[in-house]
C-alpha cells in the first residue's frame, strides 16, 4: 500500500513539473514563432527593395519611370507583377514615393496577413531603415 502512495505522488509531481514547463515554455515558443516569420518578411521586403531597384534600371532604358503616383500601389500593374516575380514576395506592395538622387525607392510598404514591413531611405544617414509591425485584429464590426 505504501509503494501505491508513493508511486501516485510520483505522477503527480511528474504532471505539475510537465505543465509548469509547458506554460512556461509556450510564450517562449510564441516570440520564437513571431521573431522568424517577422524575419521572413523582412527578408521578402528586402527582395522587393532590390527588385525595384533592378527595374528602376532597366525601366532607365526605356525612358519609363518605376513610380506612377496615379496609381492605386504607386506602380503600373505589369511593374508591380514584375516586382512580386523577381522577389517572390506574396503581399501587398505600396510605392509611397521614390528618390530620384538615389535611384531607389523613397519610401514603401509590404503588408501580408500578420506583418507589415515598412521602408524608408533615410537621405541624411544615406542609408535605408526597416520597421516591421505585427498586425493584429482589434476588433470586427459588422461581422457575424
Known amino acids: 500500500m505504501h509503494n501505491k502512495i508513493n508511486l501516485s505522488t510520483g505522477f503527480k509531481v511528474l504532471i505539475i513539473i510537465i505543465l509548469l514547463c509547458v506554460f512556461c515554455l509556450s510564450p517562449a515558443a510564441y516570440c520564437y514563432d513571431n521573431y522568424t516569420r517577422a524575419r521572413f518578411v523582412l527578408d521578402d521586403a528586402k527582395n522587393i527593395q532590390l527588385a525595384m531597384r533592378l527595374l528602376s534600371i532597366q525601366y532607365y532604358g526605356q525612358d519609363r519611370n518605376i513610380y506612377q503616383p496615379g496609381e492605386p500601389y504607386g506602380m503600373a ?67 457575424e
Do not use: C, H
Not at 124 to 143: H, N, Q, T
Open 77 to 143: 500593374e505589369d511593374t508591380l507583377n514584375e516586382i512580386e516575380y523577381l522577389s517572390g514576395a506574396t503581399g501587398e506592395i505600396t510605392l509611397v514615393y521614390w528618390n530620384y538622387d538615389k535611384a531607389l525607392p523613397g519610401k514603401f510598404f509590404y503588408q501580408t496577413d500578420s506583418f507589415l514591413a515598412v521602408y524608408e531611405y533615410d537621405a541624411k544617414r544615406d542609408e535605408p531603415e526597416w520597421s516591421i509591425y505585427r498586425l493584429k485584429k482589434v476588433m470586427a464590426l459588422g461581422e
